[in-house]
């Protein structure tokens, strides 16, 4: 899958109500940039990985299986939560 911006290789699938966005990681953090906010975008990145009975990702509800499985995260802040599982 591509980039909706910049047409390199995907690795982020960002769901905003009926439209789905295909971002490679430049092209999903500038998203996140200039949707979330800059403050936004701060207090996530204090967080800590929270673990669950899934270990999925709190924003989007994907899994590591999901992702190794399909090869691509379900939203921006997924790598931040389940990144390192997969």
């Known amino acids: 899958m591509r980039c909706a911006y910049?047409?390199?290789?995907?690795?982020?699938?960002?769901?905003?109500?009926?439209n789905r966005l295909h971002l490679c990681?430049?092209?999903?953090?500038d998203w996140a940039r200039r949707t979330?906010?800059?403050?936004v975008i701060q207090w996530l990145r204090q967080l800590k990985p929270a673990r669950n009975?899934?270990?999925?990702c709190?924003?989007?509800g994907?899994?590591?299986?999901?992702?190794?499985?399909?090869g691509l995260y379900g939203c921006?802040?997924?790598y931040t939560f389940i990144g390192q599982q997969v």
């Open 36 to 39: 979330l906010g800059k403050p």
């Open 53 to 56: 009975a899934h270990n999925s």
């Open 62 to 70: 994907t899994t590591p299986q999901q992702v190794r499985e399909s």
């Open 76 to 78: 921006a802040f997924c």
């Open 58 to 60: 709190p924003f989007c």
């Open 25 to 29: 990681p430049e092209c999903a953090q």
């Open 6 to 18: 910049c047409e390199r290789m995907a690795t982020y699938r960002v769901q905003a109500g009926l």
